[in-house]
């Protein structure tokens, strides 16, 4: 997976900031999401635009929300070969977007909550 090579791509909507992982079975990147939406779903929209660069034949994705900072892991591959990443994306972008996606979630609860 060329994470580094990826985030230099037009447009760069991520920033590694975490030194490279020293094997494949610890694959761990911090990054900063430098993109300019205002939502969730903007940020994992160019997460996956990111992810085209570096995506193999198969992949799973998953996201989850940990503390303030959004988590996406993906396992990439096939079934003799493959690869499992953790993307860990924070900075104070994404702490504004993890905020408010919280909160519309609170909300959603407590409407059915009536």
Same mark, same amino acid.
Not at 5 to 18: C, E, I, M, W, Y
Not at 94 to 114: C, P
């Given at each position: 997976?060329?994470?580094?090579?990826?985030?230099?791509?037009?447009?760069?909507?991520?920033?590694?900031?975490?030194?490279?992982?020293? %094997? $494949?079975?610890?694959?761990?990147?911090?990054?900063?999401?430098?993109? &300019?939406?205002?939502?969730?779903? !903007?940020?994992?929209?160019?997460?996956?635009?990111?992810?085209?660069w570096f995506a193999e034949k198969t992949q799973f994705i998953d996201?989850?929300?940990?503390?303030?900072?959004?988590?996406? %892991? $993906?396992?990439?591959?096939?079934?003799?070969?493959?690869?499992?990443? &953790?993307?860990?994306?924070?900075? !104070?972008?994404?702490?504004?977007?993890?905020?408010?996606?919280?909160?519309?979630?609170?909300?959603?609860?407590?409407?059915?909550?009536?």
């Amino acid at each position: 997976m060329d994470v580094d090579a990826a985030a230099f791509r037009t447009p760069r909507t991520f920033k590694v900031t975490s030194d490279p992982p020293r %094997s $494949v079975e610890n694959m761990v990147f911090e990054l900063e999401w430098t993109g &300019t939406g205002e939502n969730m779903a !903007d940020l994992c929209a160019d997460f996956f635009r990111f992810h085209g660069w570096f995506a193999e034949k198969t992949q799973f994705i998953d996201r989850k929300v940990d503390g303030r900072q959004v988590v996406f %892991s $993906v396992i990439v591959g096939e079934e003799r070969h493959g690869h499992k990443a &953790t993307f860990r994306v924070g900075g !104070d972008h994404t702490e504004r977007i993890v905020d408010s996606y919280l909160r519309i979630v609170k909300e959603n609860k407590d409407l059915r909550r009536r």
